[in-house]
Structure formats: structure tokens, C-alpha cells
């Protein structure tokens, strides 16, 4: 379906003696939503902060095998981590929004720690990503406010908004609706649904409702490998693999 | 029906200590508050009287009969250029290598030296004076605010190293990463968000090390030696609050007792001022982070 935005090749990782990756091989395609579920501890969340190289940034973790973004190695030696993660943002679990910065700021943050002034520019950014993540109608009169002061919801969709500010191309999200209520998780997936048209998506989930609703392909992860991966409908309805079918009808999980 | 509490003689008896403990507890607060209490309040009542503007504004001084007038200018401003100067010095430093051991933990320099920051903040300050003496004064043959300075900036630098430190290592993990998973680069990350998060707690580490600098007399005594002129440069023997607290309080004489007395109230009001300042920084900064977590 579409071209490889990402492939990953035999990816292995850890955190000092321990494995959680056993040699991943997967291909992210373009402009779409891939889905990666598991029941916990299979190693989702640590694949996921593999693809922009913030797993390393936990002391003792270490990474072995490929990432291929576009056809370059991400974990090449000559490789710039930062700018990769330019490319490639990330939405986390809990939501995290900047305490000391109000609305505008947070969303900004990405361009402004990166230099970026003008205040035409920063305007027009933050009311395009506030619009693309749903939250424009909701904070446009309180835009100064601290970005503490919002819901739940609203604060996830506010780091929505602060990732894509920054212009990715592709887009990590892990488990974001996990801490949230029903009705924050729906307007969620919403703007997910529609920010695929213009960038690649990875989402990591624990919810295979949510996995089944959003998603155009599926990865199922049991013990740091891959053990199905196809289109959702496909993995879903006639999975291959026992193990799947297993988690799939709640045998486990 | 079966009452709830069958047992009236336990339930009483169980009362009766926890009485007693919260009154014992109680009684052990009061006698902590009791020293602070009191030294306020005699150095208030004795050191009030003697505070005037001539007093704060005019130096030492003798009539011709040979009786003290005048007043602590000189101390006061001494104090003040020598605070000034050590906190010049000592907030880069101790910042700097606050932010080093709580950002950098892996490295092996940053174990090591912070520990031996741990140390250094329990130095005796009379060690840190004598240190100062030899090192500078010795070699630049006079007493100096400058060397004053540094011996205080010694004190402080330890005391604001490790605030930073406990200030930084508070903020959490996620969002250093939330910033670095926008493609911000480390010590922007650490310079811009981590610091703005963590400030009110370096606010108030600077202020107490402050704080603690001013009282400070043993490393002055050996440093500066004290004065009766208004300091004209900073290569010279130069007054300081403590030190005249100490030469009067000693002097036998009753004006000048009543005169340090005064500089000791001076002295207390500005340390007062300092740390109930960090209480209002840290509980109003405390409070918002708390809301959202």
C-alpha cells in the first residue's frame, strides 16, 4: 500500500542486559496510519521510541540494526539525531505540555527553541496546528493562558498541535488516548483520521478497538517481535497467525 | 444489635495517648520557635532605638572628648560590595555546575564532583578563611574586600550548586524528552525549558546562600580585618557588618555596644527579608506545577 516511508531492518534494542526488541523488520508506508498493538510488555512503546532515536536517551539503552527514513539510515554514525527528530515528532502517553508556557508558546516551542522570530510566522503556525489538531475553536480567545490550565483532552491535542508545528513528516504517537475519557479520545482520533492526508503515522495502542477504528494497517507485537502485520481489515478479520487470533478474541492480553 | 466499640476501656486509653503525644509534640515545635523568638526580640528592642538615618548614613566617629557618634555606613556598604561581588562570582559557577550534575549524571566527573561539592558546603568557613588568607591576602600583601569576596563566594558556591541541582533533577523526564522529540537540541533543551521549569528552586537557593554569606564572620575576620573609612577600593582593609557586630559588641564600650546592636537588628531584618521572600517564590511556583501533574 503506497511507498515505505520507514523501513526497519532487524531492529534489536534494550536497556543494559535486558532484550525488548528481537530483531524487527517492518515497512511504514507513506501517508497512512499504521497501527502497533500488543498486550503490555511486548516492547511497542520502545519500537516506537526507536524510530526517532529518543529510546537512546535513557541511560543504558542501546540500539542494534537498521531504521531506514527515505532511504537513509537514521542510526548511520554520521547521522544527526536532532535533525531527525525534526522529521520524525513524537505525541507521548501522558500528555506534556511545557508548565511554564501558555497555549501559543507550547505550540510554538518547536520553532522558537529552534531560532525561529518572526512573529508572523509563529502566528500563522500556531492557528494552522491548533486547527489541524482540533483545538483552534476551543483556545483561539485564550491563547495566552497557561497550557497547564486546559483538560486532559485538550492538552494532548494542544501537544498534537506542538509536534506538527514543527513540520514533520512523519508522526509517532504513543498510546495518546490511553489517560483519556471516551468522548477527548473520539475528537482525538478525529484529527488523526484527517492529518493522514499530509503525514505518515505510527500510533501505538493497547486498545485493538482503537487500532481497528483508526488504522489502514495493523502490526501485532508479542515478546519484542513482530508476530502479524498486514491491512487492518485483513489482520483483523482472517489473522494468520494463532496467536493473533488468540489476543484478538481476549484469550490473553 | 451488636454496638461498634465493645471495648470502651481500650478505646479511652488509646485516646489519652494520642493526646499526649500531640501535646509533646506540640511542646517540642514551641521550644524550637522559642530561640528565634527570643533573639528577635531582644536584638529588636535593644537595636531599634539606636536606628536613625545619620546612624545608617554616617561613619564611625569621635567627638573630641573622645565618646563614639557617627554610625555603620562604611559596614554597610562594605557588606554590600563584598555580597555583590561574591554573588557575581559564585551564581555562574554554582549554576553552572548545578546544571552539570543534574543533566550530565552519567559522567564520572559529574559523580565525583558532586560529591565533593557535598563536602565543601560543610566546610568550617574559618577553614575556608584561612585558606583565603594565605592564598590571596598573603600574596597580595593587604586585606581586601576582593578577598572577602572570593571566601564568600566559596561558601555560596556549594550551597547554590546543590539547589540548582535538587531544583533540576525535579523536573520531569518527559518533558526534557518532550522538548527533545521536537528536534531541539540538548543544551537547548536544558537551557530553555528544563531551567524555566526548574527556577523558582534556583531562585531560592541563590537567595538563601545569600543569606547565609552575610552573617558570616570567622573567614572575614581573616579576609577584609575591618575598617573605620568608607571604602575606596577593593585592594584595602574594609568594614563589614559582621565584623563591626563583633569589634563593638567586645569594645566595653556602652555606644558602641548599643551602636552593634543596631547593625545586628540591620543584619537580622535583611535575613528575615531573604527567606521569606524564597517562601513566597517556592509556594506560589509549587502550586501551579503541582495542578497539572
Known amino acids: ?253 | 444489635m451488636p454496638k461498634i466499640n465493645p471495648n470502651h476501656a481500650t478505646a479511652r486509653r488509646r485516646k489519652a495517648v494520642d493526646k499526649l503525644m500531640t501535646s509533646l509534640i506540640v511542646v517540642a515545635t514551641v521550644l524550637a520557635i522559642v530561640p528565634l523568638v527570643l533573639i528577635i526580640a531582644d536584638v529588636a528592642s535593644k537595636g531599634i532605638p539606636v536606628i536613625s538615618l545619620s546612624f545608617l548614613t554616617s561613619l564611625p566617629g569621635w567627638s573630641a572628648a573622645g565618646v563614639p557618634t557617627g554610625g555603620i555606613a562604611n559596614a554597610l556598604f562594605g557588606s554590600f560590595i563584598m555580597i555583590v561581588i561574591a554573588f557575581l562570582i559564585s551564581v555562574p559557577i554554582g549554576v553552572g555546575a548545578g546544571i552539570f550534575f543534574s543533566e550530565w549524571p552519567e559522567s564520572r566527573l559529574s559523580t565525583i564532583s558532586s560529591f565533593t561539592n557535598d563536602v565543601l558546603a560543610g566546610f568550617p568557613s574559618i577553614v575556608i578563611g584561612i585558606f583565603v588568607y594565605i592564598v590571596i591576602v598573603l600574596s597580595t600583601g593587604t586585606f581586601s574586600a576582593l578577598a572577602g569576596a572570593v571566601a564568600l563566594s566559596i561558601i555560596m558556591i556549594p550551597i547554590i550548586a546543590r539547589s540548582t541541582e535538587e531544583s533540576l533533577k525535579i523536573v520531569p523526564v518527559t518533558l526534557r524528552e518532550a522538548s527533545m522529540a521536537l528536534g531541539v537540541s540538548r543544551w537547548r533543551t536544558v537551557l530553555k525549558v528544563v531551567i524555566s521549569t526548574g527556577r523558582s528552586g534556583l531562585a531560592t537557593g541563590i537567595l538563601l546562600a545569600v543569606a547565609r554569606a552575610l552573617g558570616e564572620t570567622a573567614p572575614l575576620l581573616l579576609t577584609v580585618q575591618g575598617s573605620n573609612l568608607f571604602p575606596t577600593s577593593l585592594f584595602q582593609p574594609t568594614a563589614a557588618l559582621p565584623l563591626l557586630i563583633f569589634n563593638y559588641g567586645m569594645s566595653g564600650d556602652p555606644t558602641l555596644e548599643a551602636q552593634a546592636w543596631g547593625a545586628a537588628f540591620i543584619l537580622i531584618i535583611v535575613m528575615l527579608a531573604l527567606n521569606l521572600s524564597t517562601r513566597f517564590l517556592l509556594g506560589r511556583r509549587l502550586g501551579e506545577v503541582r495542578a497539572e501533574i
Open chain 1, 1 to 253: 500500500m503506497g511507498t515505505t516511508k520507514i523501513e526497519i531492518k532487524d531492529l534489536k534494542a534494550g536497556f543494559g542486559g535486558l532484550s525488548v526488541l528481537n530483531g524487527i523488520s517492518l515497512q511504514i508506508s507513506e501517508k497512512s496510519i499504521t497501527a502497533i498493538m500488543g498486550p503490555s510488555g511486548c516492547g511497542k512503546t520502545t519500537l516506537i521510541r526507536c524510530l526517532n532515536r529518543i529510546h537512546e536517551l535513557t541511560p543504558r539503552a542501546w540500539v542494534k540494526g537498521e531504521v531506514v527514513l527515505d532511504g537513509a539510515n537514521i542510526y548511520d554514525p554520521e547521522a544527526d539525531p536532532v535533525a531527525i527528530r525534526r522529521r520524525i515528532g513524537m505525541v507521548f502517553q501522558k500528555p506534556n505540555p511545557f508548565p511554564t508556557m501558555s497555549i501559543y508558546d507550547n505550540v510554538v516551542a518547536g520553532l522558537r527553541l529552534n531560532g525561529v522570530r518572526d512573529r508572523k510566522i509563529l502566528d500563522s503556525v500556531a492557528e494552522r496546528s491548533l486547527r489541524m489538531a482540533f483545538l483552534w475553536d476551543e483556545v483561539k480567545n485564550d491563547i495566552k493562558k497557561s497550557g497547564a490550565a486546559l483538560s486532559g483532552g485538550q492538552q494532548q491535542r494542544l501537544c498534537i498541535a506542538r509536534a506538527l508545528a514543527v513540520e514533520p513528516e512523519v508522526i509517532l504517537m504513543d498510546e495518546p488516548c490511553s489517560a483519556l475519557d471516551p468522548v477527548a479520545t473520539a475528537k482525538i482520533e478525529e484529527s488523526i483520521m484527517s492529518l493522514k492526508q499530509d503525514y505518515t503515522i505510527v500510533i501505538v495502542t493497547h486498545n485493538m478497538q482503537q487500532a481497528a477504528r483508526v488504522s489502514d494497517l495493523t502490526a501485532f507485537m508479542y515478546l519484542g517481535e513482530i508476530v502479524e502485520f498486514g491491512d487492518t481489515t485483513s489482520v483483523f478479520e482472517t489473522p494468520k497467525s494463532e496467536l493473533t487470533e488468540k489476543y484478538l478474541t481476549g484469550k490473553f492480553g
